[in-house]
């Protein structure tokens, strides 16, 4: 598709916002704020308006997204990390603050292991996908906090040492039900991997494996945090009292956010 702007001008403040605006972004000053900064170069401001226009995820365009005050290198084929998730990070930090031993399960491009690790300091992080575009990206945000990231399916991918020994397990599993893919918006439909949506049949099929096994690999008081839905929350809860977790539900309404936590006795 050849670019809105003539190759012989460069893109001003002003018909970056207009081209934006046009495309549907709410957002549209703001964008063009980043966008703006991010360039370069008046052909690579273009190019990156193009794709923004062209309805590519913002963070995918600037190659990184913001969580927690952090700059989360993203990429094509890898989950965008959202800001509502920040509320499961809150919510693990209030439940174990002292945590030394950290999982981020499901990691993606390891926003929440990264986001943990800053505020707890000295501890032991390892992160684990089955994407390997994933992996990739996330070893470009955990290296930087002294993580590990682990290649495979769920608790498969950790080294067997961490057994009973992990105070904050937090697993951002896919929840969407699979009947409920095409109805996302195209931001996420068609640019974010299937893998990291779709739950299966009601949405939990992930989050159940999860809280059967969670259990055997926390430290005593260790805790085990998974995002679902408000719809999903009491299957959810039920699922993780199933596998042996003491169970409370946490909601912020702002961020439209519903956080499963599950505890291991001490």
């Known amino acids: 598709m050849p670019s809105r ?21 709410v957002f549209a000053e703001e964008e063009a704020e980043l966008l703006l900064a991010a360039a370069r170069t008046p052909d690579e401001l273009a190019a990156l308006v193009d794709r923004r226009v062209a309805g590519q995820p913002l963070e995918l365009v600037l190659g990184w997204a913001e969580f927690r005050g952090l700059r989360i290198a993203v990429e094509p084929g890898v989950f965008v990390p959202r800001r509502r998730t920040e509320f499961l990070v809150e919510q693990a930090l209030a439940q174990r603050p002292d945590a030394a031993a950290v999982v981020d399960l499901c990691c993606g491009s390891g926003a929440v292991g990264a986001a943990l690790a800053t505020v707890l300091g000295r501890v032991e992080l390892h992160a684990a996908d089955i994407d390997p575009a994933a992996v ?5 945000n955990v290296a930087a906090v002294g993580g590990r990231v682990h290649a495979g399916d769920l608790f498969e991918a950790l080294p067997a040492e961490l057994r009973g020994r992990v105070d904050i397990l937090a697993a951002n599993v896919p929840y ?23 739950g299966g049949s009601d949405g939990l099929d992930v989050l159940r494996r999860v809280a059967a096994e969670a259990v055997r690999w926390l430290a005593p008081g260790g805790c085990v945090l998974v995002e679902t839905s408000e719809r999903q929350a ?22 439209y956010a519903t956080v499963v936590v599950g505890s291991r006795g001490a």
């Open 5 to 25: 702007f003539p190759a012989s001008s460069s893109p001003s403040a002003g018909s970056v916002v207009a081209a934006l605006r046009a495309a549907g972004c």
């Open 136 to 140: 990739r990206c996330a070893r470009r």
């Open 176 to 198: 969407v039900p699979t009947g409920d893919i095409d109805l996302l918006p195209a931001e996420a439909r068609d640019h974010e991997p299937p893998a990291a949506l779709d």
């Open 234 to 255: 009491p299957t959810a809860v039920d699922a993780f009292t199933r596998g042996g977790l003491t169970t409370r539900l946490a909601v912020c309404e702002e961020r």
